[in-house]
């Protein structure tokens, strides 16, 4: 495997960026650590690492403080913060109730006529929603939904963008108890169906399209399939996005939105579903990830409270999509009094600077987006700092892949270079928790390449294969204590199979997460990208499986390999191999045929980079294709390194691929 730092971490560099004492005096972490010493035992001194050590040493005693430090409302409270603590299956504050909404919108209490989102489309214009606005809508959806029958458990789906119509729905479905789950309206409908059709919604939001990219994307005859294809659905509602009429026995949104009901929020137990995430499917269905109300609330608290430091003066700008964990943690910015900031477009239109000009016109305070996105602004020559007012901007956090040493230059000496003092967070964590393992911490310096230190309550650390515990050497993430958010189970896996082979399989009672990392002897933790084989564009992930079921229905495609490849340089390769049908030729023609099917079908950002043709796709000797061994290969490890030559049935096909890599080498030095 290869490494995306040079360094060796042994003796950590001059940091890039140290915070200041006013900075480390008004954190948040700062006051909850003293605040938790004079009441929980919590170290008073030693700053972040000795705070970290004592909320995984002692873990009920941590989560209990974070409920206190938000005053999370229990309708019923629970005696104890963990019954069983094994993973899988801790029962977190059993017998507890709660409601993750009413937490959501508690600011309107104090804060009616504040913004509570602001909307963004590609003109850049920010819409305001106040916070008794959306407080109003909410509670109006939520007694509508009571009305057409959704109860406590039902699921409810959004086939929608980054719209304020998209919270109002997830939050007007958790005041009822029914379970949330959305994929963005550039998927399409096989995609959507893998998905929605595995957990039955009863109501479908759907819009009847989307802009990006300057031109509308009409999705009316995608919404009138997964009509047809989900017969759980009782109600449709019809959001004209693009100024349609509602098409036959659908509802308005406007009518479903417009009443002063009084808002009333269905207290469910703390493990309740909140909402279902799903996986990427690279070996079959996408797993559908259930995760809590409580676990949900406590975790976002925590990030989003003591690690991204964000409160009521903050406004919270991710660049994200629906189908996005990152979509559900922007939403969670609510729960801390924080502006949350909706745009509903693409990254770079109608220039690549467009994020930084959203971040500038909304004042946003913490701009989150992509490492490549840092990437493409650098190579792309953008100034951000200097062409546009980011005064306002102390962070700039980064996910979707690890950001690279560059990245972290070019960020840091753009805002220096105007006299302004920028936090980088580079953060990693996944859809399986919504949540992160590691990265901001407002209080501890940042090195080039490294995200800051593991997160509080989360006892992270890099294994080798026989769980013996690394310290400045590659190995896998694994979590060895529970997190609140981690899965309550997989829809449709009864008996907790499939969970329990997803993370506790190589080590038991372990997690093991699917990436290798380095803990520096620093406490810091480097991302070296998956060790699956995962794809990952643009912070959205999709499984391989899709891509083959979609590109092997055509005829000349007898067989396809996709590799999604992170690179030294902090960019991301994804070719797909074609093993062609006899007679059949790889021509201009064909690779036109192939990128159109991927976008219609699946996902423009799942377009290939290349499309290269194969003399064949190597396969274990079960049949199953071999994906990791061949992006290793590509990544420059040694063919005798990267695959057990006794479980593939024709080593010589791999051969082609480590030859590929070093003609990719070569190239790349020259």
Known sequence: MTSTSATAHSEPAEPLWQPDQDRIASAAVTRFQAWAAERHGAPANGGYPALHRWSTDHLD???????????????????????????????????????????????????????????????????????????????????????????????????????????????????????????????????????????????????????????????????????RELPTLRAVVHIPLLGTDA???????????????????????????????YSSGTTGLPKAIVQ??????????????????????????????????????????????TTVVLYDGSPGHPSVDAQWRVAERTGATLFGTSAAYVMACRKAGVHPARDHDLSKVTCVATTGSPLPPDGFRWLHDEFADV???????????????????????????????????????????????????????????????????????FWNDPDGSRYHDSYFDTYPGVWRHGDWITVTDHGSVVIHGRSDS???????????????????RLPEIRESLVIGLE??????????FVHLADGATLDDALVDRVKRTIRAELSPRHVPDEIIEVPGVPHTLTGKRIEVPVKRLLQGTPLDKAVNPGSVDNLDLLRFYENLAHDRARKRAD
């Open 61 to 227: 005693t941590f989560w209990q403080a974070v409920t206190e430090w938000f005053d999370v409302r229990f309708a019923t409270p629970s005696t104890r913060v963990l019954g069983d603590r094994a993973m899988p299956g801790a029962q977190w504050f059993p017998g507890a109730t709660l409601n993750y909404a009413e937490h959501a919108l508690r600011a309107a209490d104090q804060r009616a006529d504040a913004p509570a989102l602001l909307h963004v489309d590609e003109t850049h214009e920010p819409t305001p929603v106040t916070w008794a606005e959306l407080r109003r809508q909410v509670a109006s959806l939520a007694a509508e939904l009571r009305a057409i029958g959704v109860r406590p458990g039902d699921r409810v789906s959004g086939y929608l963008p980054n719209v304020p119509q998209a919270v109002t729905a997830l939050l007007a479905t958790a005041a009822v108890g029914g379970v949330w789950t959305s994929c963005a309206p550039d998927f399409g409908a096989r995609s959507v169906l893998d998905r929605f059709q595995q957990v039955e919604p009863v109501v479908l939001f759907a819009v009847d399209g989307y802009r990006y990219g300057g031109k509308e994307h009409d999705r009316r005859d995608t919404v009138a399939e997964l009509r």
């Open 534 to 552: 995962t794809l990952n564009r643009q912070g959205v992930r999709m499984g391989s499986a899709d891509i083959y079921e979609a590109v092997e």
């Open 419 to 489: 006299g302004h003092d920028l936090w980088i967070a580079s953060v990693s964590g996944g859809t399986d928790v919504c949540s992160c393992f590691a990265g901001a911490v407002p209080t501890l310096p940042v090195h080039i390449g490294e995200l800051q230190a593991p997160c509080l309550g989360t006892d992270l650390q890099s294994w080798d294969p026989n769980g013996k515990a690394l310290v400045g050497e590659v190995g896998e993430l694994v979590v060895t204590n529970p997190m609140p958010s981690m899965p309550i189970r």
């Open 247 to 277: 098409p036959e026995g659908a509802l308005s949104w406007d009518a479903l939105t417009s009443t002063d009901a009084e808002p009333r929020y269905e207290q469910v137990p703390f493990d309740h579903p909140l909402w279902i995430l």
């Open 292 to 337: 809590s109300q409580g676990g949900i609330l406590l975790e976002h608290f925590k990030q989003l409270g003591l690690h991204c430091d964000l409160g009521p003066d903050d406004v919270f700008f991710w660049y994200t999509s629906t189908g996005w964990m990152m979509w559900n943690f922007l939403v969670s910015g609510l729960l801390t009094g």
């Open 567 to 576: 690179e030294p340089d902090g960019g991301y390769w994804m070719p797909l």
